[in-house]
């Protein structure tokens, strides 16, 4: 089951210098590997004379080993997308990218030096960034009768869930959002409400007709 986890809420823009090297974090929501590659883009657009872009993102939870993705954009390896990875997984924050624009200022900083300037730019901008909470929604469909949608709707608010679509047919079709972790509380009330008749359903592709 998946619980509630905070997640990245809006844009942040800050900048330091080390050894008169611009170190400039940027860090946005992002909910795809394919969102973030598509920030870092407009990054380097936006800086096309910097020397690199260094990134690192987790496109869920922040435990989520499996949506992770950094770069070192051409510094020696290991020395800016790792750290920046790192301060990132240390915030308990998902759902968020960090890109890292540097303009050399003429003084080499070594492996370390760069581990720890990379590494405290995002950890500097992540002091500045504000979150919410995200609620891992599922999505079910539920057939009821007329005279039981009272009940239902009432249920449903009491668990934070959501109608989608509704049908009015011989009963009525619902598709439901409801969160997962309240997901077996609202199939109890149901069952309870009609001593077992109604049931959740998953959510199946229309067949296709000629």
């Known amino acids: 089951m998946s619980t509630p986890y905070l997640i990245a809420a809006e844009e942040v823009i800050d900048e330091t210098i080390v050894t008169r090297s611009r170190f400039i974090c940027y860090l946005k929501p992002c909910s795809s590997a394919a969102d973030a590659k598509a920030f870092i883009k407009e990054l380097q657009v936006l800086h096309p004379q910097a020397n690199h872009h260094c990134y690192a993102f987790i496109a869920g939870r922040s435990e989520n080993s499996q949506l992770y993705g950094f770069s070192d954009d051409g510094e020696p390896s290991g020395t800016a997308g790792k750290p920046m990875l790192t301060m990132l997984m240390g915030s308990d924050v998902g759902e968020v990218c960090a890109v890292v624009v540097r303009y050399f200022g003429g003084t080499k900083l070594g492996p370390g030096g760069l581990q720890r300037a990379y590494g405290g730019s995002v950890r500097q901008a992540l002091t500045l960034l504000t979150t919410k909470l995200k609620i891992p929604m599922v999505r079910k469909t539920l057939a009821c ?65 000629n």
């Open 145 to 209: 009768q007329y005279t039981q949608m009272n009940d239902v709707l009432y249920f449903l608010q009491q668990i934070g869930g959501e109608v989608i679509q509704q049908d009015y047919n011989e009963n009525v079709l619902l598709t439901l959002a409801l969160p997962e972790e309240k997901l077996k509380d609202f199939q109890q009330h149901l069952q309870t409400l009609s001593s077992g008749q109604l049931q959740l359903q998953a959510i199946t592709a229309n067949p296709l007709t």
